[in-house]
Every structure is written in C-alpha cells, then in structure tokens.
C-alpha cells in the first residue's frame, strides 16, 4: 500500500507560478513511477505528467510542455510539479498518483491516488 497526499494548490492569477508537492508513505516510494492528472470542474481526469522511479524518463501532456515541470525526491518521498505561466484553463483538482508500471499516461494504469489539491486561475 502506498499513501499520498498533495499539498501546494491555491489560487493564482494568471501567469503566475506554483509547486505541488506529493509526499508518499508506505511501501518503497523509489520503485513507483509517479504520475500527476488534473480534473477540471465538468471534464474527465487527464494525465498531466509522470516521471519514472530513476526520474531518467519522464512525459508531459502537450498542453503544458515547456509550462510544468516534474521531479522526485527519492530520500524525502516527495514528488512535485512546478506550475509556470498558468492559464484559467489550468484550474482543476490536481492529483497525484502511483504505478508499479514504467510508465503511465492514463489513470487506469495507476493503483494509487492522493485526495487532490485545488488548483485556481484567475484572470
């Protein structure tokens, strides 16, 4: 079992920046690829990006390349998603997710999932 929570939501005005932090207990935290996917208010869960457990691989959703970056911290078991040049379209719940899997761009694939933090642009 792993546990997550996310922490770092907030509300931002356009263009602004934040960091999410997702922070793992339980089983070993550095074999998990970790994923973020984000849900906006009426829409479906889509994937935002993941990193691989060595953090050599790691995929973005075409929609916030070269905006969002993903990292981890395996000593602290944390992973984070820093958030630049955010839009209104970003304001969504983001989540946080685990696989086993080496890699992972659907939430099918992922066993497990943080609460989520709130994530809000305005103009």
């Known amino acids: 079992q792993v546990q997550l929570v996310e922490s770092g939501g907030g509300l931002v005005q356009a263009g602004g920046s934040l960091r999410l932090s997702c922070t793992a207990s339980?089983?070993?935290?550095?074999?998990?690829?970790m994923g973020w996917f984000r849900q906006g208010p009426g829409k479906e869960r889509e994937f935002v990006a993941y990193i691989g457990w060595r953090a050599v691989s790691t995929n973005y959703a075409a929609f916030v390349k070269g905006r969002f970056t993903i990292s981890r911290d395996n000593a602290k078991s944390t992973v984070f998603l820093q958030m630049n040049s955010l839009r209104p379209e970003d304001t969504a719940i983001y989540y946080c997710?685990?696989?086993?899997?080496?890699?992972?761009?659907?939430?099918?694939?992922?066993?497990?999932w943080g609460q989520g933090t709130q994530v809000t642009v305005s103009l």
């Open positions: 997710a685990a696989t086993l899997a080496s890699y992972g761009t659907t939430p099918a694939q992922y066993n497990y």
């Open positions: 339980g089983r070993t935290f550095s074999t998990y690829t």
